[in-house]
Nanobody, 116 residues
Framework: QVQLVESGGGLVRPGGSLRLSCAAS????????VGWLRQAPGKEREGVSC????????HYVESVKGRFTISRDYGRNTAYLQMNSLKPEDTARYYC?????????WGSGTLVTVSS
């Protein structure tokens, strides 16, 4: 059974940092791309970042470039999203996603609130 479990969200002040984790199980993590998406209240879900299998190439939405870093630990079957210089507009529920044989799998998300 494919499972993705996010953690690491919380309340942080503007300019602060958080590291989100996505623990994966039930599939071959080594051969799967992993993405982070977010959904703010009243807005559509948007892609934030993704990391490929193999060469672990990364991609970021323009609004987080230079502030967020995605990574993966093959030994722990875990993907991470390091978020620095957080802004109030980063407030959202963050989801981890993978696609296996054309089926998308999501975690339940972790809430990030950036507020003073």
């Amino acid at each position: 059974q494919v499972q993705l479990v996010e953690s690491g969200g919380g309340l942080v002040r503007p300019g602060g940092s958080l590291r989100l984790s996505c623990a994966a199980s039930g599939f071959n993590f080594h051969f799967s791309h992993v993405g982070w998406l977010r959904q703010a209240p009243g807005k559509e879900r948007e892609g934030v970042s993704c990391i490929s299998s193999g060469d672990a190439s990364t991609h970021y939405v323009e609004s987080v470039k230079g502030r967020f870093t995605i990574s993966r630990d093959y030994g722990r079957n875990t993907a991470y999203l390091q978020m620095n210089s957080l802004k109030p507009e980063d407030t959202a529920r963050y989801y981890c996603k993978t696609v296996i044989v054309n089926l998308a799998y999501w975690g339940s998300g972790t809430l990030v609130t950036v507020s003073s």
